[in-house]
């Protein structure tokens, strides 16, 4: 079965600096797709990048950026320029490419970032 | 504007009743679920349903039943069989292939006391 593993409970990170959270799974599949979600004060969900697992290139979301190291099993995400408004919960999530139950999401146990001003 | 509803946002029971929770979605999504969410844990599967009128059980199911009559409409109903129902429940749904990523309703907190 596959597993994500968030590795930091809290994080802190200066406004206007930048800040890398951590995430790693561990899977035998060789097609699947991770993803990051934010989730605020408010509770509401929501997705922040995605990125599939047969492409190279790291997917670039505005300030968001992810380094997906395949053979490392690892999908970190860095956020630039930290603004007071991204301070959140962090779920690192994985997902199958195959159907069926496989293609439910797995998630992390987060990780809760504070900006300072 | 297209997106997902929970209502309400705040139950309150007591306990021995059932209570259920409504989740509806206009995207057109095929696919389903719902999560619990409890402090210090990331989400847990309760529920998923990929098509109208078929449903599975997720990691945490027992106490828990759903109903799929509609492609827009996914509701949990918490029994009193589940021991711990205090918790916070997330409505998902996604389109079944591809990417597959899934879009949350705003959450209810249900407080059983």
């Known amino acids: 079965a596959q597993t994500v593993t968030q590795s930091q409970p809290e994080m802190s990170v200066q406004e206007a600096e930048t800040v890398t959270l951590s995430c790693t799974y561990d899977t035998s599949e060789s097609d699947y797709y991770l993803f990051w979600y934010k989730q605020p004060p408010s509770r509401q969900m929501i997705l922040v990048i995605r990125?599939?697992?047969?492409?190279?290139q790291n997917a670039t979301e505005n300030r968001f950026s992810v380094n997906f190291q395949k053979a490392a099993k690892s999908f970190s995400l860095k956020i630039s320029d930290s603004q007071l408004g991204d301070a959140a919960m962090y779920f690192c999530?994985?997902?199958?490419?195959?159907?069926?139950?496989?293609?439910?999401?797995?998630f992390g146990k987060g990780t809760k970032l504070s900006v300072k001003p | 504007d297209g997106g997902i509803t929970q209502s309400p946002k705040y139950l309150f029971r007591k306990e021995g009743q059932n209570v259920t929770l409504s989740c509806e979605q206009n995207?057109?999504?095929?696919?389903m679920y719902w999560y619990r969410q409890d402090p210090g844990q990331g989400l847990r599967l309760i529920y998923y349903s990929q098509i109208v009128n078929d449903f599975q059980k997720g990691d945490i199911a027992e106490g828990y039943s759903v109903s799929r009559e509609k492609k827009e409409s996914f509701p949990l109903t918490v029994t009193s069989a589940q021991k711990n129902p205090t918790a916070f429940y997330l409505c998902?749904?996604?389109?079944?292939?591809?990417?597959?990523?899934?879009?949350f309703g705003p959450g209810t907190r249900l407080t059983v006391t």
């Open positions: 998902a749904s996604s389109f079944a292939g591809g990417l597959g990523e899934q879009y």
């Open positions: 995207l057109n999504h095929d696919a």
């Open positions: 990125q599939e697992a047969y492409k190279q």
């Open positions: 999530a994985y997902r199958s490419a195959y159907g069926g139950s496989q293609g439910n999401l797995i």
